[in-house]
């Protein structure tokens, strides 16, 4: 099956840095989603982006589905935007379902 | 907008008893997907359908079972409940009639086996 691979794992920021979350996954895809779990453990929807780029306030996410990556970015980061960052995709061919990453578990620290 | 729902949101059950979750879809939504997600883990597909038709199946156990009703409900019964059946469940849904096949997640349903 597809692999979905997310880095780094982890990450402890301060409030007011940016970071870049990475998503490499191994074959096409029609879909790619990312979600935030917050500690409640709600699923948010953050952005469909099968390809291209999109912004939204402080968040913004590409995708370059030809070379199967796709960058999720966070600026002026803020101890809500704790939790953790999923990558989901859908494989090309297959069902619709979505296969997830592990993940990346971000800490935001006042 | 109104929202993948799910009850109960919490559940705690015995060894070997019977558990069932509900999920209603958004509004138009033709497909339901069921996942588990267990402490520390990423969601992993369970089953999913599509117009009240199973359209696809993971790792779910033979003791779950699920189905999806005439108003687009669904509903995942799981039976001899296990320790190891402890997890967050989420259903979402999805619909391309006036949409774009983007899957939105219900709050969860966090099962505790004791």
């Known amino acids: 099956g597809i692999q979905v691979e997310q880095s780094p794992p982890d990450l402890i920021l301060q409030e007011g840095a940016n970071s870049t979350l990475r998503c490499n996954f191994s074959d096409s895809v029609n879909n790619l989603q990312w979600f935030h779990q917050n500690p409640w453990g709600q699923l948010i929807n953050l952005f469909y982006?099968?390809?291209g780029t999109k912004q939204n306030g402080r968040l913004s996410a590409t995708t370059v589905a030809t070379e199967r990556y796709s960058l999720l970015y966070i600026s002026s980061s803020q101890t809500t935007d704790s939790g953790v960052y999923f990558c989901?995709?859908?494989?090309?061919?297959?069902?619709?379902?979505?296969?997830f990453g592990k993940g990346t578990k971000l800490t935001v620290n006042p | 907008a109104a929202g993948v729902i799910q009850s109960p949101r919490h559940l705690i059950k015995e060894k070997r008893e019977t558990a069932t979750l509900k999920c209603y879809p958004i509004p138009r939504h033709d497909t339901v997907y069921w996942y588990q997600q267990g402490p520390g883990q990423d969601p992993q597909f369970l089953i999913s359908f599509y117009e009240k038709m199973q359209s696809d199946k993971g790792s779910i156990p033979d003791r779950f079972s699920a189905q999806q009703f005439s108003d687009y409900h669904s509903e995942l019964n799981m039976s001899s409940l296990e320790l190891g059946d402890s997890a967050l469940y989420f259903c979402?849904?999805?619909?391309?009639?006036?949409?774009?096949?983007?899957?939105?997640f219900g709050e969860g349903s966090r099962l505790t086996v004791l």
């Open positions: 982006i099968p390809s």
């Open positions: 989901a995709v859908e494989v090309k061919g297959g069902s619709e379902k979505l296969v």
């Open positions: 979402a849904s999805s619909g391309w009639t006036g949409g774009t096949g983007e899957l939105f």
